[in-house]
Nanobody, 114 residues
């Protein structure tokens, strides 16, 4: 079964940047639309950004112009470049397919201080 491992999170100041990575354990990764989700405390998990097999991207309105999703099918990795971070971006970030079909990884915590 495909496993997903997220990394790259941390504590950053308001306006800062981070780059997240999500590594998959199987080459079938290239067959999926991959998506970054996030879950803030006491809130439901929400879709942040997605990228199709061909590279078409989609973003939730709150991150448009600030975040960029990309993928490297050879490395079986999807990335999320996050710029101009805001305190409301604070959450645990996860990657998965769209719709989510794989076991969830442990996620990576992003904390943006004001």
């Amino acid at each position: 079964q495909v496993q997903l491992v997220e990394s790259g999170g941390g504590l950053v100041q308001n306006g800062g940047s981070l780059r997240l990575s999500c590594a998959a354990s199987s080459t079938i990764f290239s067959l999926y639309t991959m998506t970054w989700y996030r879950q803030a405390p006491e809130k439901q998990r929400e879709l942040v950004a997605s990228i199709t097999r061909s590279g078409r991207t989609n973003y939730t309105d709150s991150v448009k112009g600030r975040f960029a999703i990309s993928r490297d099918n050879v490395k079986k990795t999807v990335y999320l470049q996050m710029n101009s971070l805001k305190p409301e971006d604070t959450a645990v970030y996860y990657c998965n397919t769209f719709p989510s079909q794989l076991p969830w990884g442990q996620g990576t915590q992003i904390t943006v201080s004001s």
